[in-house]
Every structure is written in structure tokens, then in C-alpha cells.
């Protein structure tokens, strides 16, 4: 590794030295948006869905969540 961060482009990983990058609040947000749908969370709440964590095997994480009205639809 010669520093910098990973990079993922057309297809391909590379490490690229971005030390300029920065995200404002909108690129935090798109950012946000993006992964909690990448990972199946609810996007308004941050809150993962029941279906993912039954895949996860964690149902009774869920259950609990779900009776705290912490669950993601």
C-alpha cells in the first residue's frame, strides 16, 4: 500500500491519494442515503430493517427493536 484511500472505479479498486476530499453537509447526506440503502436500513431513521436482521440472525434483536418502535419499515 502507498497510502492514500481505496478507491472503487469502473470496476476497479485502486488507491488513490484524495487528501483535498471532502464531503459538505449534502455530500454527507447522499452518502447517508447510500448506505442505509445499501445495507437495508431505513433511510429517514437510520434504523435497520426486520428483514436484515433476521438474515443476520438476529431476531430477537428485531423483536425488541420492533416493540420500541425502533424498527425500520
Known amino acids: 500500500m502507498t497510502g492514500g484511500v481505496p478507491v472503487y472505479e469502473n470496476g476497479e479498486w485502486s488507491w488513490q491519494n484524495l487528501l ?8 454527507v447526506e447522499q452518502f447517508k442515503t447510500h448506505f442505509y440503502e445499501l445495507e437495508d436500513w431505513e433511510v429517514d431513521t437510520g434504523w435497520p430493517t426486520r428483514k436484515i436482521l433476521e438474515e443476520l440472525g438476529l431476531k430477537k434483536v428485531a423483536d425488541t427493536m420492533a416493540s420500541r418502535g425502533r424498527l425500520g419499515a
Do not use: T
Not at 483535498?20 to 455530500?27: C, Q
Open 20 to 27: 483535498d476530499m471532502y464531503l459538505d453537509e449534502n455530500g
